[in-house]
């Protein structure tokens, strides 16, 4: 079975920083695309960043974008996302996902997802 395991997730203040990991097991990582998806009380999940299967394509929502990268080290079966100058409205829980398209990066075409792990932006 595929399975995915966020971690990282915590309180930071406005303008801090916290790193997610995406430990990834039971499949071949390194050939599924992957991607970090959000959803807050109330909305939609939504697409924060995916990255292609080696890594040499991104895509970034605009909200983030600047501030937040994703990364993926494949030989130890993780991806990251870097997440900086952190802003309450990025409060939500995000979710490692694997297996959809990252042109796009939809949310509803990753068939792969992690529990997901809790970040809370607030002084």
């Known amino acids: 079975q595929e399975q995915l395991v966020e971690s990282g997730g915590g309180l930071v203040q406005p303008g801090g920083s916290l790193r997610l990991s995406c430990a990834a097991s039971g499949f071949t990582f390194k050939y599924y695309n992957v991607g970090w998806f959000r959803q807050a009380p109330g909305k939609e999940r939504e697409g924060v960043a995916c990255i292609s299967y080696s890594g040499s394509s991104t895509n970034y929502a605009d909200s983030i974008k600047g501030r937040f990268t994703i990364s993926r080290d494949n030989a130890n079966n993780t991806a990251f996302l870097q997440m900086n100058s952190l802003k309450p409205e990025d409060t939500a829980i995000y979710y490692c996902?694997?297996?959809?398209?990252?042109?796009?990066?939809?949310?509803?075409?990753?068939?792969?997802w992690g529990q997901g792990t809790q970040v809370t932006v607030s002084s």
């Open positions: 996902a694997a297996g959809g398209p990252v042109n796009t990066c939809p949310p509803k075409e990753y068939p792969y």
